[in-house]
């Protein structure tokens, strides 16, 4: 009876000095997804056929934050996470060109099927960004061995937008005047590790009201996130 009493009271030692341990980790220095990385494939919902179909390939955006992650004390399994970065967008045409800088009420898509001119044309769009995430981790303690989970949002404020086409030379024309000057999106991620899949949905639309087709970005795609 007396080696079961010391051998019980050696186990209830050992397994309240873990506790301790735990409950004393230092999570303002643990790896915490304090830099994400995003790759995106990028489509325009609700775009008409008239734009659709002159999509070429597949458009793509990059996106880069800095992140400072706040574990929850009574559960830092669980942290809200908020920083500041830049989104961007590129979208490829074939057979048209878009007039960014006319002077009419609406934007012009210009199809250019009967006499093509340009071998290559994109829209891109770029936004300096705030997002905010509520976060998962399966294993706070190795937050780069672990499964993961983010649901949050992110408001931006338009910093460029330019059109680029080729076609013997390269031409450039940039005007903020048609597109939203602010946007705000919902966002989610899901991974394991550095890596996760993520996806992003504006709430906005891409332009200015009666300006355009009430077009909204969505991308989808790979995140790379640590440090």
């Known amino acids: 009876i007396s080696l079961f009493l010391i051998c019980a009271l050696i186990s209830l030692s050992s397994l309240a000095q873990t506790k301790s341990t735990k409950n004393n980790f230092d999570f303002t220095n643990r790896p915490s997804d304090h830099l994400m990385l995003q790759l995106s494939s990028d489509n325009w919902n609700n775009a008409p056929d008239s734009i659709s179909n002159f999509k070429k390939g597949t458009s793509r955006g990059f996106n880069f934050y800095l992140m400072l992650d706040r574990a929850f004390k009574s559960n830092p399994k669980f942290s809200v996470a908020f920083g500041l970065g830049v989104g961007t967008s590129h979208m490829f045409f074939n057979n048209m060109s878009i007039g960014i ?66 076609s013997g030379y390269i031409e450039k024309i940039s005007s903020k005047s048609y597109f939203n000057n602010n946007r705000l999106a919902g966002t989610v991620r899901v991974g394991y590790g550095y890596f996760s899949l993520f996806g992003a949905y504006n709430l906005t639309p891409v332009f200015k009201e009666n300006v355009a087709a009430d077009m909204k970005l969505l991308q989808v795609g790979l995140s790379f996130s640590g440090f």
């Open 101 to 166: 800088n006319g002077k009419t009420s609406t934007l012009s898509f210009n199809n250019l099927s009967a006499a093509p001119q340009y071998t290559r044309y994109k829209l891109s769009t770029s936004y300096l960004e705030i997002p905010v995430e509520l976060r998962f981790f399966s294993n706070p303690y190795k937050i780069n061995k672990s499964f993961k989970f983010a649901l949050g949002a992110k408001a931006g404020l338009l910093l460029n937008a330019h059109t680029k086409s080729k």
